[in-house]
DNA sequence: GAAGATTGACTGATCAATCTTG
DNA sequence: CAAGATTGATCAGTCAATCTTC
């Protein structure tokens, strides 16, 4: 089994925790800072602008990676400042379709150049051959997450 | 500059941060699953247990990561629970030592096997050579994260 | 005034329960 | 009953303002 490196495994999840928590620590702030906006906020404005068809509240939360409760409070939020526009979906009225206002992608657009430039400049200094491999390396991790955590999860009697 | 790569980066940034998501999200459910706790309550279990002679606020805060007020809430729902305890600095009236508690720490030693071996499972599959190398590169990257958002601060106008 | 800690307002996130439509 | 979405309760987290002590 892999108990044997236990420590180096321990090790390797609280360094992810914590180059994680600084960039994260760091963004907010300047986020916050200079367009007196929220990185979650941010986060949706991203994902709606890589779909100009729209995306439904779920394959939203799903790409954020948060749950639906949370992107409905975050979308209404964002509708209320007239950044994204829900339409009700034409054959399945359960469903919305969330996209960019105008307005809202000038706002994107605005602030993606500087938040670009704001993560290649704090990652600066790593060299570029570390960045590709740390690239496939955490890729490789998320993977390998999410599948032993199926097959962990009736091993470990969680529900 | 570092802009020309700045592709390469985003996408190691993004990739950090799905890899982290990840695997929280397991580990919160099975901390409450199992144990019918929080992360961020073990997390400071698990810092306390590091300092048996006690942390301060402030100290304690710094190594979780996060602000003063949070802690400040944290520690008074574990004091609640009497699986920490303050007690008041004896040369300095402004500032508590907190430490576990006997039941705290059995608490959490019942807690932390389980766990190592969680996180360890989750990322077994990623071979031992490429666990080391994350470990590396990820402390390196955090580094740098610190230090270019110190100089960054000043040169982008963010106080 | 500066440093340790707390408070209050607010945003974000989870989860379980619910509503509505399929 | 399943699936899309929302709601309400609860817990985390930040930040700015404050209090106390140094």
Redesign the pocket.
Known sequence: MAAEHSRERLRLWLRLLAATNEME?VL??RI?AEFGT????FDVLAALDRAPEGL????LSRQL?????????????LTEDALVA?TV?PH?????SVELTDSGRDSFERMADLHARWVSELLAGVDEADVDQLSRGLHEVRLAIQANAESGALAEGVR
């Open positions: 620590r907010r702030r916050r929220t990185l979650p906020r439904s509240m779920s394959e990676m948060v749950t639906n409760g949370n992107t409905t409070s975050l979308v209404a939020a829900r979906s399945d009225r359960r469903s919305f």
